[in-house]
């Protein structure tokens, strides 16, 4: 059995036309299409709701959508499976998750990671071949789109309950795929907490764990019989203003008596995306395999995401001291002067313990919430 998971796959303005059409040909390379097509089995995450009613939520971010009619497009890829646990599923409120849950009821695709409350979008999916069972577990990191008891949304990666939803997929499934929408956006390594949730992961019985979320080509690594990317990039998503968004790998997961995972990379072409050819297939390649022997080497992911941090934690202070985006920007030219000045000694102390204290923290974004929502 081989089954073909591909990122990030959103409709966007610049090629609205082409999936209304149907015309996915004229954006997706021939090479790609046929490897989709001789798989047993598709899996792409929707990054996007469908609606044609736009009710955008606030929130920090833009709010995406695309077009019910885009569909179209969508269905001649073939897909078996679209994962729905990211952070834009509820971008138009809950009635573009549910419309998007309606349309592709109707069009016949499986869908997992998001529904009408929690317990419904942590509902897993399980595929079946020849007698052999592939369980497939979608969730996603806290931002602006997770389920509550009673309202709709994404399954959240929740360290008291994902664990023991994977170890129970594991006992009716034969292999377990997680797709955890996580990790750092444009930064090409795990963060180490987001190292020890995927592993956890695989100690509960994945047996392959993607992150899709960083729109960028990471690492890979083998942990106790499990594979681990993290990142894959995007699959379709148009952005011609950023290197990051323009490599990508789909993953040819290949089942028998053991999962094997093979990469294809490939690159973005206007508006649309092709195989990479061999020299620059060989060059992200190279790069994405470099990177997995560095994150092997004890130490180099926590001295990575210090270096990381300190070249960009600037932004954030800026953020939580409510400077506009220009104040940023200046701030940023400053080498930080503001920020240093507003968040020095004890003023430091008392922000990094409201971050990283788990009660501080549920107060904090209780609070904030409500002053988000007007309440």
Known sequence: MDLIIGGDLAPTKSNYSVFEQGDIESIIGEKILNCIKNADFRIFNLEVPLTDELKPVRKDGPNLFAP?????????????????????????????????????????IKHVGADANLEKASIPLVLEKDGIKIGVYACAEYEFSIAGEKSAGANPFDPLESPDHISALREKSDFVIVLHHGGKEHYRYPSPGLRKVCRKMVDKGADLVVCQHSHCIGAFEKYNNGTIVYGQGN?????????????????????????????????????????????????????????????????????????????????????????????????????????????????????????????????????????????
């Open 235 to 375: 699959f379709l998503f148009d952005r011609n203003d950023n290197e990051f968004w323009k490599t990508g790998l789909l993953l040819k997961v290949s089942v028998n008596k053991n999962m094997s995972v093979e990469f294809l990379p490939f690159e973005k072409r206007g508006n649309g995306v092709e195989m990479a050819d061999n020299e620059i297939a060989k060059g992200i390649m190279d790069s994405f395999l470099k990177r997995s022997e560095q994150i092997m080497i004890p130490g180099f992911v926590e001295s990575e995401f210090e270096r990381f941090c300190d070249e960009n934690g600037q932004y954030y202070m800026a953020v939580f001291a409510g400077m506009g985006k220009i104040i940023r920007n200046v701030d940023k030219l400053a080498n930080g002067v503001f920020t240093k000045f507003l968040y020095r000694g004890r003023k430091a102390c008392n922000v990094q313990n409201h971050i990283e204290c788990e009660s501080q923290r549920e107060t904090v974004i209780g609070y904030l919430n409500k002053k988000r929502l007007g309440k």
């Open 68 to 108: 019910v009619a885009t569909l179209k497009g969508i269905k001649q890829l073939n897909p078996d499976v679209l994962t729905l646990a990211n952070n834009h599923i509820l971008d138009q409120d809950e009635q573009g998750l549910h419309g998007t849950i309606t349309e592709l009821d109707k069009y016949g």
